[in-house]
């Protein structure tokens, strides 16, 4: 159902492993919106561990956590080049094996 004044946001999502109730996912933005991983994520009944704003579990924590979510691939065009440039990183931590 759309919200009123909401922005039209795609994304595209894989299970890459499942673990202990939780999952690591390879996610492909599509479109570019605030929060979209969160919101999206936490509307299908995923949220995102350590997300105080969208998660329940975690809205009344008040210990020191970091937000399971990870830009692992960056890619676009030099605005003064032209040239295409392209970051990585392996995510770290949660658990799993990468």
């Given at each position: 159902s759309k919200v009123p004044g909401s922005k039209h946001a795609v994304l595209e999502y894989e299970v890459l492993e499942e673990k202990e109730g939780r999952a690591l996912l390879k996610i492909q933005l599509k479109t570019g919106r605030h929060h979209q991983i969160r919101v999206q994520m936490a509307n299908i009944g995923c949220p995102l561990v350590g997300d105080r704003k969208?998660?329940?579990?975690?809205?009344?924590?008040?210990?020191?956590?970091?937000?399971?979510?990870?830009?692992?691939?960056?890619?676009?065009?030099?605005?003064?080049?032209?040239?295409?440039?392209?970051?990585?990183?392996?995510?770290?931590?949660?658990?799993?094996?990468?």
């Open positions: 969208y998660n329940s579990e975690y809205q009344e924590y008040r210990g020191n956590l970091e937000l399971a979510l990870c830009s692992s691939r960056l890619s676009f065009r030099h605005p003064e080049t032209g040239k295409k440039m392209d970051f990585s990183v392996k995510p770290r931590g949660a658990g799993f094996i990468l």
